[in-house]
């Protein structure tokens, strides 16, 4: 029961996010959500105390992603 609650708000939670990043999208006439536009959302929604931890996140996530891709070019 609790676990089924905690999943439900959890997806409400990530619908709410992506929700605002694809209004977003839209407007600039794109059709992929990316990293930024999911940090634009969670900053517009409330959630700005987040934004700074998470854009280290994603610049870590960037440079090992890139690293671990460009080693057998």
Do not use: H, P, Q
């Not at 709410?16 to 900053?43: H, M, P, V, W």
């Not at 105390?49 to 996530?61: E, F, G, H």
């Amino acid at each position: 029961m609790c676990f089924r609650v905690i999943n439900k708000i959890i997806d409400r939670f990530i619908s709410f996010i992506t929700s605002e990043a694809c209004e977003k999208c839209k407007n600039e006439k794109r059709k992929t959500i990316n990293g930024e536009d999911l940090l634009y959302a969670i900053n517009t929604l409330g959630f700005e105390s987040y934004v700074d931890i998470l854009k280290l996140y994603l610049n870590k996530y960037r440079e090992v992603w890139y690293a671990a891709n460009w080693i057998g070019c």
